[in-house]
């Protein structure tokens, strides 16, 4: 990790710690982001992803450690890295009694667009995200996907080199999400943004550059999805059952493996899972409803380097399986 | 420093704009107090007895406590959005921005002062139904101590609402501590002949002194007395550092690192 490169990195952490009251949200947090890639914060609520992120974004002082945003200091210049960074809040931060274009205007304002450049800006960003024929309409009148576009529009409005995003895909249907996809992809290839974002998406997570595990406010994982997919030896063998703990009780007095109850569904690594296949089927015909083998996916990283069992809240689960 | 000057007029022009989209709001702060005035100088002005015992009636006497109640008003109104900016999330967009808090308390309580002397000053237009012809100068430096009182109220208001969660929690802090005050400002009823203990809390009340001023002001050549009044001096000073106080106040709390 320790290279000596001329360019400060997008993000560097080091021995970030963040304390509510009694609670760690952040136990020393060592992270590095590179210039241009998409890095993508995954872990379950309360991990640490959201403190993390309000620390990046100014919001939140960290009790100790530092974070540098290419080389400035988040505590000692704050100015200098809010120039930097262009934040997308999970909550659109818009002004629901303003104009989609109002919005814009105040934001420009903000980080000191002259007018002309004001106005050139948000005509790109309008177009860019497909609002220019939205750019009359007041805020509070659009729907959560537009909303969003929106948020990312005034994230986007002053250039900023790195853009954080918190869990952008919420609320989004799949085409949007497909859309914001894309737009990062854009974003990165021709504007040479770095990305950082929270998600609880195995999807969203595959698509990174390199994939940042948080768990009680450890990093618990860092790497590119193939690589962290790698570790695990064999196959993934997954069954859907009525009676998950019976079932895993049963998987353990057959084959010895342990395995993990996921969303309702029993997850275990094999060597040679489809060979384990017929036996599993004879065994428990009457409690099993499917059985299948794959290989490894992300959530199998997750949840042999977290020990959750469960992805968020029961939604995001949801979504994560279907990846 | 362009850039802040810039970032306090968008964030004052956003409170305009949206405080005037609602039209409600803009009803509300406006006719109340010209509701109570006409309503309150008609049932006491028979029992009213002017302070000093000589000088126009209740409708004069109550006259520069409801534009002072105005500005209270809007003030309130006005600074109610900083509990909607940060339960919608547009504040936190604001507080990542490159911009000095200062000018974010400044912008939010510029646009606040300017909507509450721009409502007052249009009641200031009914002083003749009152019997008062204040002159020009008068006129100019109502409008000035208006803006001071205006501004002092705003910040105020702000404290208030920085911390509160609700709008509704706003409300009763309006009700048991922002219309005392103004109850006990000398708008409503003079100092002069008033027990010794009220005396004492109207002398306390930092709103006495603008009100008292502003009644200077547009009571001129009315005939009225100003027993009881603090002196012009005085008010200036007491209104000039009301504003200071509230407004340090309302930049400390801004400045606090977040939860």
């Known amino acids: 990790m320790s290279r000596s490169e001329s360019a400060p990195p997008a993000v560097l952490t080091e021995g970030l710690a963040h304390r509510f009251g009694e609670r760690q949200a952040l136990a020393g947090l060592d992270l590095i982001v590179r210039e241009k890639e998409l890095c993508v914060l995954l872990g379950p609520n309360g991990g640490g992803k959201t403190t993390l992120f309000r620390i990046l974004s100014t919001l939140l002082r960290p009790t100790s450690g530092k974070a540098l945003v290419f080389g400035h200091d988040i505590e000692r210049e704050p100015d200098a890295v809010r120039r930097l960074i262009g934040v997308v809040f999970q909550s659109p931060a818009v002004d629901r009694q303003l104009t989609v274009l109002e919005n814009l205007e105040v934001q420009g304002r903000l980080y000191g667009l002259t007018r002309s450049a004001l106005r050139r800006e948000s005509r790109e960003m309008l177009q860019r995200l497909g609002l220019l024929d939205r750019a009359g309409d007041r805020t509070g009148t659009l729907s959560g996907g537009l909303l969003r576009r929106v948020e990312i529009a005034k994230g986007l409005l002053h250039r900023p080199r790195l853009l954080l995003l918190d869990e952008p895909s919420t609320g989004l249907d799949p085409a949007a999400r497909r859309d914001l996809h894309d737009l990062l992809d854009q974003l990165r290839s021709r504007d040479g943004v770095t990305v950082l974002m929270t998600s609880h998406l195995m999807e969203e997570a595959e698509r990174s550059d390199r994939l940042a595990i948080l768990s009680r406010g450890r990093l618990v994982a860092l790497g590119t999805p193939a690589d962290l997919k790698a570790e695990i030896a064999g196959e993934v063998v997954v069954i859907t059952t009525p009676d998950p703990e019976a079932l895993r009780e049963g998987v353990r007095r057959l084959s010895g493996l342990t395995a993990s109850i996921v969303d309702g569904t029993v997850r275990f690594e094999a060597q040679d899972g489809h060979a384990l296949i017929p036996r599993l089927a004879e065994a428990f015909a009457d409690r099993v409803t499917s059985i299948t083998v794959g290989r490894p996916t992300l959530l199998d990283v997750f949840v042999r380097r977290t020990g959750h069992r469960f992805l968020g809240d029961g939604a995001g689960g949801d979504e994560g399986q279907a990846a | ?259």
């Open chain 2, 1 to 259: 420093m362009r850039g802040a000057v810039m970032a306090v007029g968008a964030l004052a022009r956003r409170e305009m704009v949206r405080f005037f989209r609602e039209r409600t709001r803009v009803v509300g702060a406006l006719l109340q107090p010209v509701m109570f005035w006409v309503f309150f100088s008609a049932g006491l002005g028979a029992s009213f007895r002017p302070p000093g015992g000589t000088g126009p009636g209740y409708a004069a006497y109550l006259f520069p406590g409801t534009v002072v109640l105005i500005l209270l008003f809007t003030a309130i109104f006005s600074t109610i959005s900083v509990i909607e900016d940060r339960r919608e999330g547009f504040l936190q967009g604001v507080l990542v921005a490159p911009v000095p808090r200062a000018c974010i308390v400044l912008g939010k309580v510029l646009g606040g002062t300017a909507l509450a002397v721009s409502q007052a000053v249009l009641v200031l237009l009914l002083a003749p139904l009152a019997g008062l012809r204040p002159g020009p100068l008068a006129i100019a430096g109502a409008i000035g101590v208006l803006a001071l009182i205006g501004f002092a109220l705003t910040a105020l208001s702000f404290c208030i609402a920085w911390r509160m969660q609700s709008t509704q929690g706003f409300h009763a802090i309006m009700t048991v501590f922002l219309m005392p005050l103004w109850l006990l400002s000398g708008s409503f009823f003079p100092a002069d002949g008033a027990p010794a203990w009220l005396r004492a809390l109207i002398a306390a009340d930092p709103l006495t002194y603008g009100v008292a001023f502003l009644r200077r002001l547009l009571l001129s050549g009315s005939g009225a007395s100003d027993a009881g009044l603090p002196s012009a001096g005085l008010s200036l000073v007491a209104t000039l550092l009301f504003g200071a106080v509230t407004f340090g106040c309302a930049l400390t709390l801004a400045r606090r690192a977040d939860r």
